[in-house]
């Protein structure tokens, strides 16, 4: 008899789902023996589980803690804001930027997890990803707000205290779609780097 076989009901007794308890169903756990629908039952390996037992066992992988969360914030906003910063100012073709963002991305993500010691967490991906996609065009609007400064700068020859407003090198920013590319694809590789399993 297969696994598959010990987790149906073989009573006439209706039963109902732990998690959603309008739906019938005749499916245990073949962990901890809770009845479970089809939308709560995962399929492994060994038979169907509840997601809490799947959960606890995968809870074995991710050791991080919340301060390994801000450094990884802290590591890729830095080091894409660099090279956002370094990109907006190099402003190459958009198909370069996607063959430049990819290892840019990819040395990013690994700085980052070298930093928390190679701790996973569930959420390390997507905070990663995050930070790496505001730091890219934070260092791109820094880089174009110094360019706009400097350039109102030579054209009131350095009287006064002249101030570029914010919106116009926000919409410079947001106008440059070769940064705005290389920034996908940046955060795209950060958020394969800590996917992958090595």
Known sequence: MSDHDHNLETDDEVTYCAVHPTRETALRCNK??????????????????????V????D?????????YVIVAAVCAV?????????????????????????????????????????????????????????GFLGGLIRNYSVLS???NQVT??????????DMAFNLTIQDISLLVFIGVVAFAVYGRFKMRI
């Open 32 to 53: 901890c023996g809770r009845l479970m629908c089809s939308d709560c039952a995962v399929l492994t390996p060994v038979g169907y589980r509840c997601r809490e037992c």
């Open 55 to 58: 959960r606890q066992h995968e």
């Open 60 to 68: 074995k992988f991710y050791t991080s803690n919340q301060l390994d």
């Open 79 to 135: 080091l894409s804001g660099v090279a956002g910063y370094i990109i907006s100012a190099i402003g190459l073709f958009i198909i370069l930027m996607i063959f430049i963002g990819l290892p840019v991305g990819g040395a990013i993500g690994e700085a980052a997890l070298r930093a928390i010691r190679r701790r996973r967490g569930r959420q390390s991906a997507y905070v990663g990803a995050g930070a790496a996609a505001i730091g």
């Open 150 to 152: 400097e350039y109102v």
């Open 157 to 166: 020859g350095g009287r006064g205290a002249q101030t570029v407003p914010l």
